[in-house]
């Protein structure tokens, strides 16, 4: 199996057709990314856990990131409540993380719920996935943290991830501007 930067691999729209290839990537988990995900662990997918995490409807949806050959190595899903806040959960395979694949996951799904009128994120993380939560305190500075359940719960408007998105590109692109040279 090739491992390049994730460039190969397609972020898709999944539905239940998908169950046994989100069964088998489930499967591909290593017991920590699966308890970092399901806050549980599970020797074998529960056929109603795939299926819940492949339900579509008007405020909920499902994507996978697959391989050219159509093996799943990430899956997210989304839901917006009535409040207008999007949860959405996220995991890609151990082998395949740290190449933005979690990233692109995430940014569709958000694309998705903006459509159905999504205001918020929220986002439900275990307090040990300290990594995760150093990255989310530096890359959302505007969000609000809470514990909650035994979980570190994480609130941000939607609006201020396209301003830091904005203000990102706009710094990549003054950082990365190439010096006029003078013609000979
Ligand atoms: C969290 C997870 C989905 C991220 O997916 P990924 O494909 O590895 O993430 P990406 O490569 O898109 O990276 C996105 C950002 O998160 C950071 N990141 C990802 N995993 C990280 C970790 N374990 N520790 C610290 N930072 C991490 C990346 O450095 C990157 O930050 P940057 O944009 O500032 O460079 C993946 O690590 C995973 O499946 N973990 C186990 C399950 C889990 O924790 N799910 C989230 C529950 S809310």
Redesign the pocket.
């Known amino acids: 199996m090739r491992r390049t930067q994730?460039d190969d691999v397609v972020v898709r729209t999944a539905g239940p057709d998908d169950a046994p290839g989100l069964d088998a990537m489930l499967r591909l988990?290593t017991p920590?990314?699966?308890f970092?995900?399901f806050l549980a662990g599970f020797g074998e997918p529960k056929p109603g856990l795939v299926r819940a995490l492949l339900a579509t409807g008007p405020r909920r949806g499902a994507l996978l990131a697959v391989l050219p050959g159509g093996t799943a190595v990430?899956h997210a899903c989304w839901s917006v409540d009535d409040a207008g806040a999007v949860d959405?959960?996220?995991?890609?395979?151990?082998g395949?993380?740290?190449?933005?694949?979690?990233?692109?996951?995430?940014e569709t799904s958000l694309g998705h719920a903006r459509d159905v009128g999504a205001v918020t994120l929220h986002?439900?993380?275990?307090p040990m996935?300290?990594?995760?939560l150093?990255?989310?305190r530096?890359?959302l500075p505007t969000a609000r943290h809470a514990l909650a359940d035994g979980l570190v719960g994480i609130d941000v408007r939607l609006a201020d991830l396209a301003d830091l998105a904005a203000a990102a590109t706009a710094e990549h692109r003054r950082t990365t501007r190439q010096p006029l040279t003078s013609q000979p």
């Open positions: 994730g988990l920590t990314s699966s970092m995900r990430g959405v959960g996220v995991v890609v395979v151990d395949w993380q740290r190449m933005g694949l979690g990233r692109r996951l995430v986002l439900d993380v275990h996935n300290r990594g995760l150093a990255t989310l530096r890359r």
